[in-house]
């Protein structure tokens, strides 16, 4: 997430999001029987099948939710075609996480359905799915498991790039599912308030990121601020006006190439979402996710927190070699890791083994 972060999850609020040059990787291979395989887990050989538009794991283990989930809909998609199938093995590898298993919060479970869900329809369509197609079903699948959600991560996850980002709003779709006949007709309807527009980013402007070291529970920090939000409707029409003007800057900022709108438009978005926390007394901004925006605005740069905030990792841009490594150097000194982490130009595509 570059910026406006919680007013997303408000009909019609706009946010910026990029997706990262780190990957899950999905392999489909034709076998004599259904197999899972989750190799982060060191779950393999899972049997499964698909009845009566449901994926049935021959496993219970809270770790496949999400797997299952974009099959469910990625197999009951496929059927409501008349598209024929054939026994699979599905084998998962993520490379989003730390090798110790820290986690640092890059929108795993998002990769996972979108990844999940063109490597199904890749396999068994005819023609290349279009982009609007596998967002929608791998948001279907994703806002099941989990019940909320913007969406904005399975949107960096399958157009790629930096997004300019309206969401659809979980409840909307929850209810959509309910009253929809079928996944087909939902996917082929127009979707409620979703805008997604890629940004061309100046190539000279450089997105640095770093961890703060803790990981932070989205899933419990939004429910915190929409109950501030229930409660004091006035001053989170301010934040929301806040994020807003901030985000307004930023599209301007990368339309007219300009840095110090730019920088502006970042700058004030940490501020609204230091703010809000402070006001809904949730801790959006740690210290270090504090340190982590003034280390870059000492070097000529700036920096914010992204996501949720709570811990996880904030981001930085800059335009210098020499300001990327002041920086980076004393985000190491502060207890920060800078990760070799930018933002990547596609979305979920299919390579071939050499």
């Given at each position: 997430?570059?910026?406006?972060?919680?007013?997303?999850?408000?009909?019609?609020?706009?946010?910026?999001?990029t997706?990262?040059?780190r990957?899950?990787?999905?392999?489909?291979e034709k076998?004599q029987?259904?197999?899972l395989?989750l190799?982060d887990?060191q779950l393999?050989d899972i049997?499964?099948e698909?009845q009566?538009?449901k994926?049935?794991?021959?496993?219970?283990d809270d770790?496949?939710?999400?797997?299952?989930?974009?099959?469910?809909v990625?197999?009951?998609?496929?059927?409501e075609?008349?598209v024929?199938t054939?026994?699979i093995?599905?084998?998962?590898?993520?490379?989003l996480?730390?090798e110790?298993?820290?986690?640092?919060g890059?929108?795993?479970?998002?990769?996972?359905?979108?990844?999940?869900v063109?490597?199904?329809?890749?396999?068994?369509?005819?023609?290349?799915?279009?982009e609007?197609?596998?967002?929608?079903?791998a948001?279907?699948?994703?806002?099941?498991?989990?019940?909320?959600?913007?969406g904005?991560d399975?949107?960096?996850s399958?157009?790629?790039?930096?997004?300019e980002?309206?969401?659809?709003?979980?409840d909307?779709?929850?209810?959509?599912l309910?009253?929809?006949?079928?996944?087909?007709e939902l996917?082929q309807?127009e979707?409620?308030?979703?805008h997604?527009?890629k940004?061309?980013?100046?190539?000279q402007?450089?997105?640095l990121?770093?961890?703060?070291g803790?990981?932070?529970?989205?899933?419990?920090l939004?429910?915190?601020v929409?109950k501030?939000?229930q409660?004091?409707?006035k001053?989170f029409?301010?934040?929301?006006?806040?994020?807003?003007?901030?985000?307004?800057?930023?599209?301007?900022?990368?339309?007219?190439?300009?840095?110090?709108?730019f920088y502006?438009?970042?700058?004030?978005?940490?501020?609204a979402?230091?703010?809000?926390?402070?006001l809904?007394?949730?801790p959006?901004?740690t210290?270090?996710?504090?340190?982590l925006k003034?280390i870059?605005?000492?070097?000529?740069?700036v920096?914010k927190?992204?996501?949720?905030?709570?811990?996880?990792?904030?981001i930085?841009?800059?335009?210098?070699l020499?300001n990327?490594?002041?920086?980076?150097?004393?985000?190491?000194?502060?207890?920060?890791k800078?990760l070799?982490?930018t933002m990547y130009?596609?979305g979920?595509?299919?390579?071939?083994?050499?």
């Amino acid at each position: 997430m570059v910026a406006g972060e919680y007013a997303v999850l408000v009909p019609n609020q706009h946010l910026v999001v990029t997706a990262v040059d780190r990957f899950i990787y999905v392999k489909i291979e034709k076998s004599q029987k259904n197999t899972l395989h989750l190799n982060d887990f060191q779950l393999y050989d899972i049997p499964w099948e698909f009845q009566d538009g449901k994926v049935y794991l021959d496993i219970k283990d809270d770790r496949t939710s999400f797997v299952q989930s974009a099959m469910d809909v990625a197999f009951t998609y496929l059927q409501e075609q008349g598209v024929t199938t054939c026994p699979i093995s599905l084998s998962i590898t993520s490379e989003l996480d730390d090798e110790s298993g820290a986690k640092y919060g890059l929108g795993s479970s998002a990769a996972i359905v979108t990844g999940v869900v063109t490597a199904l329809l890749r396999a068994f369509l005819q023609q290349k799915p279009r982009e609007e197609f596998i967002f929608k079903l791998a948001a279907i699948a994703h806002v099941k498991t989990q019940g909320s959600g913007s969406g904005a991560d399975i949107a960096a996850s399958t157009y790629g790039g930096m997004l300019e980002y309206s969401s659809f709003q979980a409840d909307w779709l929850l209810e959509q599912l309910q009253q929809t006949i079928s996944i087909t007709e939902l996917v082929q309807k127009e979707w409620a308030y979703l805008h997604i527009r890629k940004l061309p980013f100046p190539k000279q402007w450089k997105m640095l990121v770093g961890w703060t070291g803790n990981p932070a529970s989205t899933a419990k920090l939004v429910p915190e601020v929409l109950k501030y939000k229930q409660k004091n409707k006035k001053q989170f029409q301010t934040f929301l006006e806040k994020s807003a003007q901030a985000v307004k800057d930023i599209l301007l900022g990368i339309k007219r190439e300009s840095l110090e709108q730019f920088y502006k438009g970042i700058k004030d978005n940490h501020e609204a979402l230091a703010e809000i926390g402070r006001l809904a007394n949730v801790p959006i901004e740690t210290s270090l996710l504090h340190k982590l925006k003034q280390i870059a605005e000492k070097y000529d740069s700036v920096g914010k927190l992204s996501g949720a905030g709570g811990g996880d990792c904030g981001i930085a841009f800059t335009t210098s070699l020499q300001n990327e490594k002041q920086i980076k150097s004393a985000w190491k000194a502060t207890g920060i890791k800078p990760l070799q982490i930018t933002m990547y130009p596609y979305g979920a595509k299919e390579t071939q083994d050499e």
